[in-house]
């Protein structure tokens, strides 16, 4: 039976350091009585893309390896709310839960008041996804009106899963290609070409 504890903690610069967030998750986890843990510990700021200490915490995760994850506070995690939403929904599919120690906040089966926390939170997000597929529909309507060609160049096709996936993410068009090292111009492309396809369902 899995007992790994994943404790993850984030400061905003490199400046900054993560000592306080681990001492008090570690006192946490000790009156709980986790006492195998494993420490993931990044040091980026909120909206950036890399975060190779959360990749690996999500490896874990997804190999089955972790029976929960611990954090300060929600936003020590998720990039962005629609991120932390999918971020969620994963660990709730791998029935694991999620503790922001700092907020009262536990996804566990046997909390209740989690339970309800974690639909809430889900629930804002896909508003705000519905809200950015409004926006981006309505832009590329107005494009098309203008004659703009939206098709997606061939040689983009071998990344186009990479690009959706991100995008499904919660990463925006720049940040996308950053993390991809590509132009924007041609993940602007790709998720053009992803709307219109919805659009001609």
């Given at each position: ?64 390896n972790v029976a929960r994850v611990v ?131």
């Amino acid at each position: 039976m899995k007992e790994l504890t994943a404790v993850y903690v984030r400061v905003s610069t490199t400046d900054q350091k993560t000592a306080s967030q681990e001492l008090e998750l570690r006192r946490y986890c000790a009156q709980r009585g986790w006492t195998t843990l494993k420490l993931y510990a990044d040091r980026i700021t909120g909206a950036s893309c890399s975060r190779p200490q959360l990749d690996d915490m999500m490896k874990d995760v997804r190999a089955g390896n972790v029976a929960r994850v611990v954090c300060y506070k929600l936003d020590r995690l998720g990039r962005s709310l629609t991120h932390l939403a999918l971020m969620l929904d994963e660990l709730h599919r791998l029935k694991v839960p999620l503790i922001a120690s700092s907020q009262g906040i536990d996804t566990s089966d046997d909390n209740p008041a989690g339970r309800f926390q974690l639909g809430v939170l889900m629930a804002v997000a896909e508003f705000e996804r519905g809200i950015i597929r409004e926006r981006v529909n309505a832009g590329i309507a107005a494009a098309k009106e203008r004659g703009v060609h939206l098709g997606r160049p061939r040689t983009l096709n071998q990344r186009a899963p990479e690009i959706k996936r991100l995008s499904a993410e919660g990463f925006g068009t720049r940040a996308i290609a950053r993390q991809l090292k590509m132009p924007v111009s041609s993940v602007h492309a790709v998720l053009k070409e992803k709307e219109v396809a919805y659009d001609s369902v």
